[in-house]
């Protein structure tokens, strides 16, 4: 018999005896590693599970060691994240959905992930506006978002302002956000609303017929704006323009799975 042969034998004969991790490391050692993607999903699978058990301090660590094998999965960092804020860990909580952002850009499935996109942003926005480090990470942000153009530091800064209840800092931030992604529909709904929330009714009704033309299919919308007083006559878009928006907001290929996300 082989050394290789041997040793894994022997492995699995002290399956009992050692923890199953040790095994695995053997085996590992034997037979090589398979490759990291593979073993981030793992962790991943793991993750959730531990997760959806409310054992979020395991589920980080999980969730972290995922992140290690692939470092450019941002779904994982959504994980991380949303893990760290049930431990009270917020600073490495707001750390992991900022990343989880700049990753998603970076990779074509991700850019077109609108789902997660806004999910991350939201849970962003809440930790940092409920925080005692609230003021510097808004000055980071406004900085980066100077520097850039970003409209959507601008929207978190909207969202952010929101939630701290300054409505004059919201809704400049969204005006801005507003003005370098014209045609982004949630950016525009979400700021039309808002100034509907805060009885600016002119100009959120404006916005929102923005929104309906870029979305006429949108219910939340719709209806908003027939209980504004805004009749169907006064909503009129070409179809070339339904069947533009329809292509640019097909399903993604990988858009958010709730099968397998966190239950929050």
Not at 186 to 199: A, H, P, S, V
Request: aromatic residues 8%.
């Amino acid at each position: 018999m082989n050394k290789t042969a041997f040793f894994i034998l022997s492995a699995v004969s002290l399956r009992r005896m050692v923890p199953a991790t040790v095994v695995t490391a053997g085996l590992c050692l034997a037979v090589g590693c398979a490759e990291p993607l593979t073993y981030s999903q793992d962790f991943k699978r793991e993750g959730l599970r531990q997760f959806n058990r409310s054992d979020y301090v395991d589920a980080a660590g999980s969730f972290k060691a995922a992140a290690k094998q692939d470092p450019t999965d941002y779904q994982t960092q959504y994980y991380l994240g949303i893990s760290y804020e049930k431990t009270g860990d917020f600073e490495l909580a707001i750390e992991a959905y900022k990343l989880c952002l700049q990753l998603r850009t970076q990779m074509p499935a991700g850019r077109q992930d609108v789902a997660m996109r806004d999910k991350v942003m939201n849970r962003l926005a809440a930790v940092i506006a409920r925080g005692n480090y609230a003021e510097p990470e808004i000055d980071t942000i406004q900085k980066d978002a100077q520097a850039t153009n970003s409209p959507e530091d601008y929207r978190l800064l909207a969202h952010i302002f929101a939630l701290k209840g300054d409505p004059d800092s919201a809704v400049d931030s969204y005006r801005r956000a507003a003005s370098f992604a014209e045609d982004d529909f949630g950016l525009n709904k979400e700021y039309g609303l808002y100034l509907i929330k805060i009885n600016q009714i002119a100009e959120g009704t404006r916005v929102l017929k923005i929104a309906w033309q870029l979305n006429p299919s949108d219910k939340q919308v719709v209806q908003t704006l027939r209980q504004l007083g805004v009749t169907d006559a006064q909503l009129v878009v070409s179809s070339s323009r339904i069947e533009e928006q329809a292509s640019q907001t097909s399903t993604p290929t990988t858009a958010w799975d709730v099968a397998t996300a966190p239950k929050d």
